[in-house]
């Protein structure tokens, strides 16, 4: 699968999965299947009420961590929440992300780019 090189350095997929409307036990399948597959990137959010399906979905690939590229955004109303982030990655059952971004430029959106 082709890669696009990051500013920061990070290589991540062109291609991925995204989680949009998936209910739980969508979310987990299409996840873990997609990434038997040969998909690499996983995308979700905390809006989607789908992060702990997509982290079962991740560990039952039998993929490492470090071989899933996973993209994630916080939701206005979790930019001033100072825990967010750490919310997210116990939700997902990972210590880490390789993107966090804001899911739109709304209400305190400064207060989310902090969190970044």
Known sequence: ????TLNNGLQCPVIGIGTFMLAPSDAQNS???ALKTGYSLVDTAN???NERAVGRGIR?????????FISTKLWPSEYENDNAVEETLARLGVDFVDLLYIHQPAGNWLAGYRQL
């Open 31 to 33: 996840v873990r299947e």
């Open 1 to 4: 699968m082709e890669n696009l």
């Open 60 to 68: 039952e690939s039998g993929l490492k961590r470090e071989e899933v």
């Open 47 to 49: 809006a989607y009420v």
